[in-house]
C-alpha cells in the first residue's frame, strides 16, 4: 500500500530557508495529505480547508520576488511516497513548479502551491492519457524506492516577459544550494534522479557535475558524496524524440513494458548493473 510519509525535518527546514510561517508549513502539509488520503481511500470525503499564501511570507533569501512585481508565482511542496520500511530512497528532481501565465498578465502576490509532477494524484482516476503515463513511471519506481519529489528551484515566478528560471540573479541565489543539501542530508536518498534538460542543467550547475549529452543510454554518474546521480531526458509526451533512443536500444529490449513503465525500468537495471 502506498503511504504519504510526514516529514517533520524537511518541514522545519522550509519554514527557515522558504516561508518563515511554521504554522503555513503545516496547513498546506495538512491539506496535501488529505487531499492523498482521499485520492487514494484511506480516508472520507477530503475536508482540510485550503489557505492563501502571499510573497510577504517568504524568508528574506527571497527579497528578489517580494521587492519586485511578479505574478504566477508557485510552489510545489517536496513529498515522501513509500511502499514500506526500510527501503532505499530515491529523490527524483524536476527544475521548477512552472505555471500558466495569466490572461491579463497583471502582477499578484499570491503564491500557487501544490505538489511535483502531480503525484499524489491517483492513476486510476484520471483520464488523460499523459497524466497516466506520466504517473505509471512513478508508481513503477515505486515497487523499488521510496520516492522523494522535489523542485530543485523551489519558487517560480514571471516578471514581465520573463520566467524566474531564465533569471540570472534568481538562478544564483545560494538558497537554491542551502536547499537541495539540507534536502540531500535529510532525505539521505540512494539515489537523485533528475528528469529533462531544465533539471539536468540545474542539477549540474548546483552539484558543479559535468553536464552529460543525451545519447541511447542512461547517464549516471556520482556527486561529491558518493551518491548515485541519474540523468535522463524527461519522462512528457514532448520529449519523445530524446527518449527514444534509449527506449530502442536493442541492450533494453529483454524489459517489459511500454512507454514510461519501461522507462522507469530501464532506469532501475541500469542502476542494478
Keep these: 500500500m502506498i503511504k504519504l510519509k510526514s516529514q517533520p525535518d524537511i518541514e522545519s527546514m522550509l519554514s527557515r530557508e ?13 491539506w496535501i ?28 533569501y527571497f527579497d528578489i ?8 508565482i508557485g510552489i510545489d511542496f517536496p513529498v515522501l511516497l513509500s511502499k514500506g520500511e526500510n527501503r532505499p530512497v530515491m529523490m527524483v528532481c ?4 512552472l505555471r500558466n501565465d495569466t490572461v491579463d498578465k497583471q ?22 492519457h499523459s497524466e497516466k503515463e506520466n504517473l505509471s513511471f512513478f508508481h513503477t519506481l515505486l515497487d523499488t524506492y521510496d520516492l522523494y519529489v522535489t523542485d530543485i528551484f523551489k519558487l517560480f515566478y514571471r516578471k514581465e516577459n520573463r520566467v524566474s528560471n531564465t533569471i540570472s540573479e534568481f538562478r544564483s541565489l545560494p538558497v537554491h544550494r542551502t536547499i537541495l ?22 542539477m549540474c550547475e548546483l552539484l558543479s557535475l559535468p553536464r552529460p549529452q543525451w545519447t541511447n543510454k542512461i547517464y549516471t554518474t556520482k556527486d561529491q558524496n558518493g551518491i ?5 531526458p524527461h519522462i512528457s509526451g514532448a520529449a519523445n524524440g530524446t527518449k527514444a533512443p534509449i527506449l530502442n536500444n536493442p541492450a533494453y529490449d529483454g524489459i517489459s513494458g511500454k512507454n514510461n513503465v519501461k522507462y522507469a525500468q530501464i ?4 542502476l542494478n548493473s
Design 18 to 30: 522558504l516561508l518563515h510561517s511554521n504554522e503555513s508549513i503545516k496547513n498546506i502539509y495538512t
Design 33 to 60: 495529505n488529505d487531499y492523498f488520503s482521499k485520492e487514494f481511500r484511506l480516508a472520507g470525503e477530503f475536508s482540510a480547508q485550503g489557505m492563501t499564501l502571499r510573497k510577504e511570507e517568504l524568508t528574506p
Design 65 to 72: 520576488i517580494k521587492n519586485n512585481s511578479v505574478r504566477t
Design 94 to 97: 524536476a527544475m521548477d513548479p
Design 107 to 128: 502582477p499578484s502576490d499570491e503564491i500557487g502551491y501544490w505538489v511535483p509532477f502531480s503525484i499524489i494524484n491517483n492513476p486510476v482516476w484520471q483520464t488523460k
Design 181 to 202: 543539501d539540507a534536502e540531500i542530508q535529510i532525505v539521505k536518498p540512494s539515489v537523485i534522479l533528475t528528469l529533462g534538460n531544465n533539471a539536468r542543467d540545474a
Design 228 to 232: 548515485d546521480v541519474v540523468m535522463v
Design 267 to 270: 532506469i532501475i537495471k541500469s
